[in-house]
């Protein structure tokens, strides 16, 4: 049903911004009460989550990406954004677009786009 899709540039350049959009189709973004998340996998590295747009708009991102993240959302689309700057090739990984379903039960990663690959190069 919901169906996720990540997309932007394959190679961005040291010290450029990232830009991904997550085309997402089967719901919209600002139902209640799910969370998008930006998650990350470098190579040979365990996911490291990025941050998060909820339904009523309100974001967070984890503390070591903080200054350099930036995600948002397009209503009228439906689509979320990730930009991250000041890039290095630390920073070359697959970027997954996810949804989190928040409850009194717990949160539940319950769909995650099939995740693109982004490498940071001169």
């Known amino acids: 049903q919901v169906q996720l899709q990540e997309s932007g540039p394959g190679l961005v350049k040291p010290s450029q911004t990232l830009s991904l959009t997550c085309a997402v189709s089967?719901?919209?973004?600002?139902?209640?009460?799910?969370?998008w998340s930006w998650i990350r996998q470098a190579p040979g590295k365990g996911l490291e989550w990025v941050g998060y747009i909820n339904y009523s708009g309100r974001y967070h991102y984890v503390s070591s990406l903080r200054s350099r993240t930036s995600i948002s959302r397009d209503t009228a689309k439906n689509q979320l954004t990730l930009q991250l700057s000041s890039v290095t090739p630390e920073d070359t990984a697959v970027y997954y677009c996810?949804?989190?379903?928040?409850?009194?039960?717990?949160?539940?990663?319950?769909?995650w786009g099939q995740g693109t690959q982004v490498t940071v190069s001169s």
């Open positions: 089967g719901d919209s973004i600002t139902t209640n009460y799910y969370y």
């Open positions: 996810t949804r989190q379903l928040v409850t009194a039960g717990g949160i539940s990663f319950d769909r």
